[in-house]
Structure formats: structure tokens, C-alpha cells
T-cell receptor
Framework: SAVISQKPSRDICQRGTSLTIQCQVD?????MFWYRQQPGQSLTLIAT?????????ESGFVIDKFPISRPNLTFSTLTVSNMSPEDSSIYLC?????????FGSGTRLTVV | QKEVEQDPGPLSVPEGAIVSLNCTYS??????FMWYRQYSRKGPELLMY????GNKEDGRFTAQVDKSSKYISLFIRDSQPSDSATYLC????????????FGTGTRLLVSP
């Protein structure tokens, strides 16, 4: 099955700064997804990223706060901008592949 | 009403027990059903992936889908302490890789 490499695995950031999370898939995929998982909760979809088009954001998430890039079929980034403590969470990328959806190992973000 | 309902647990069982994990859903368009295992501080790991109704077995794991009842199950035979994790059901609708809708996850604890 495909492997998604996600980095950084964790970071502690100052409020007001930005963090860019990267995901690299070892095969070409059309759609990639970015999720947020807050402590003790399930996964919430932030946006869907297709190569060559603007990302589609879910209700409650906006491009200015979570800009996404998808420059090719194996790579995507999510930026968490102007961070506040409420952004402390685990961020996960995912790709739809034959046989299911695969996830990266997650980025644990703490904003202080 | 949530699209996908899952008992959060925790579910505590002794080693060797048969475990039954369940989800109900309301959207009849769901055709792809998945079970993920998530260890603490890790990304979700795909366990089982099924399409439409029926059973699928993989080692100690069996996934069942009953679309008429909008009910899916994951059975774990001969449960082991290493099975202690949170189990998330997820599903998506027809055509292509659409966004996943997750249950809240059931925390499973298998005691030696």
C-alpha cells in the first residue's frame, strides 16, 4: 500500500506565527485531504486538494487561515496562519488510493 | 443527527475475547466503508476496506456491512493487548474518492 510521509511530526509555535506542514505520497494521487483532530475527538475535514485547482474548504475553514498548495500529484502543503492557542491540534493529510484512504502520521501542533 | 454514529466507549475486554465494534449511519449514498485503528499519538491506520454490503475477513478481523440497516461492524477475534487503540469507522459515497465521514471512534482496552 502507498505511504504518506508527513512533516514535521510535531512543533511548538508562538501565537501569531505560521507553520507549513508537508505531505509526500509515494505514488500519484488525484485527491488529497487535510484533517484536524482535536484532543479526544474524531477527524474533521479541513479541505480537499486537487492538483491544478483551488482547494475546496469545508464549512468553518477558510483559505486565509489554512492556505493549501498542491503543485503536483504526489505533494501537498497546509499552512496554519496567524496561529492562536485554539489551533493546537493534530493535523493529518490523507490520500485516496486503490484499496482505501491512507493517512500520514500526523503533525502535533502546540501554540503557546 | 450525525451522519455517522459510533459509541465512544471505552470498551474493556480481557485478552482472548471477541470484540464487536459498530457504527450506524444515515446517508444511503455511502458505498465505501472503512475501519481505521489509531494508536495514541499516531495517524489512523487502515484496517479494513469494503465496498457495498457483505463480509470481509482478514486474519483476526472481520468487517460486516448491512446497507439495508445502515449498520457496519468490525469483529476482532482472539483480542490481544496490542489491539488496545481507538477504532474509527469511516465511509464515503459513490463515484471516485469523495471525502470521508468519520465516526467519533471507540476506544478499546484489552487487558492481559
Amino acid at each position: 500500500s502507498a505511504v504518506i510521509s508527513q512533516k514535521p511530526s510535531r512543533d511548538i509555535c508562538q501565537r501569531g506565527t505560521s507553520l507549513t506542514i508537508q505531505c509526500q505520497v509515494d505514488s500519484q494521487v488525484t485527491m488529497m485531504f487535510w484533517y484536524r483532530q482535536q484532543p479526544g475527538q474524531s477527524l474533521t475535514l479541513i479541505a480537499t486538494a486537487n492538483q491544478g485547482s483551488e482547494a475546496t474548504y469545508e464549512s468553518g475553514f477558510v483559505i486565509d487561515k489554512f492556505p493549501i498548495s498542491r503543485p503536483n500529484l504526489t505533494f501537498s502543503t497546509l499552512t496554519v496562519s496567524n496561529m492562536s492557542p485554539e489551533d493546537s491540534s493534530i493535523y493529518l493529510c490523507s490520500a485516496g488510493l486503490e484499496g482505501g484512504y491512507t493517512f500520514g502520521s500526523g503533525t502535533r501542533l502546540t501554540v503557546v | 443527527q450525525k451522519e455517522v454514529e459510533q459509541d465512544p466507549g471505552p470498551l474493556s475486554v480481557p485478552e482472548g475475547a471477541i470484540v464487536s465494534l459498530n457504527c450506524t449511519y444515515s446517508n444511503s449514498a455511502f458505498q465505501y466503508f472503512m475501519w481505521y485503528r489509531q494508536y495514541s499519538r499516531k495517524g489512523p491506520e487502515l484496517l479494513m476496506y469494503t465496498y457495498s454490503s457483505g463480509n470481509k475477513e482478514d486474519g483476526r478481523f472481520t468487517a460486516q456491512v448491512d446497507k439495508s440497516s445502515k449498520y457496519i461492524s468490525l469483529f476482532i477475534r482472539d483480542s490481544q493487548p496490542s489491539d488496545s487503540a481507538t477504532y474509527l469507522c469511516a465511509m464515503s459515497s459513490t463515484t471516485g474518492f469523495q471525502k470521508l465521514v468519520f465516526g467519533t471512534g471507540t476506544r478499546l482496552l484489552v487487558s492481559p
